[in-house]
């Protein structure tokens, strides 16, 4: 299998990014201007096995902007590295528990684009990171990503807990995914994944 290798390089008004993943590991090093979100973002390339460095830096505002086009690079990047999607599993699905929470995470590399994000916080800030940017940032990966997401709360109370558990159920579904299954054909009976 090729090297599934991508970089993103994104320049607006209201942010600066620079990123590189690469689907089958390699370094993390991630550095925002939202200190919780490197977190997260560091708990989805540690627990999906993959390299991944950022940089991005946003206008200051509320850092909508800066959660959004984050979202954007990563979705572009997953999709720019699984290129033609030949040879690898195309679905993936986890639970996964953090004390009291427990967030189901369901992947499909369809090519379309698809998220649905029924995880309830209860308040309205994690550190520096708005809750409510949490499922705009997972719609923006999948869309630009072109691929199904489902994150399901199926318990739990803690918002850090259940934010923490969406981004690790995220990575381990992405994880079985795109793994390699040593066919090199397209896992579709259309035969093209778009």
Same mark, same amino acid.
């Given at each position: ?10 320049? +607006?008004?209201? +942010? ?27 708990? #989805? ?7 991944? +460095? ?6 200051? =505002? ?20 699984l ?7 195309r679905?993936?699905? =986890?639970?996964?528990p ?50 199904n ?17 969406? #981004?690790?159920? #995220?990575?381990?579904? #992405? ?5 390699? +299954? ?13």
């Open positions: 299998m090729a090297a599934r290798r991508a970089t993103i390089s994104r320049e +607006t008004k209201e +942010t600066a990014i620079d990123l590189e993943l690469d689907l089958d590991g390699g370094e993390r090093a991630i550095a925002t201007d939202v200190k919780f979100l490197d977190h997260m973002l560091d708990a #989805f390339a540690k627990h999906s096995g993959c390299g991944l +460095t950022l940089r991005a830096r946003g206008d200051g =505002m509320d850092h909508h902007h800066l959660i959004e086009d984050v979202g954007i690079a990563l979705g572009s990047a997953i999709a720019q590295a290129g033609e999607k030949h040879g690898i599993s679905f993936g699905s =986890m639970a996964v953090l004390d009291d929470a427990l967030v189901l995470g369901s992947v499909d590399l369809s090519g379309r684009a698809w998220s649905n994000f029924s995880v309830k916080f209860s308040v309205e800030n994690l550190g520096d990171l708005k809750t409510e940017l949490v499922p705009h940032f997972f719609h923006s990966l999948s869309e630009n990503g072109r691929f997401l489902h994150l399901v709360q199926l318990g739990g109370h803690n918002s850090h807990h259940l934010c923490e558990a969406s #981004f690790k159920a #995220f990575a381990r579904a #992405f994880a079985q995914a795109k793994a390699p +299954t040593g066919d090199s054909s397209v896992p579709s009976t259309k035969g093209l994944l778009a």
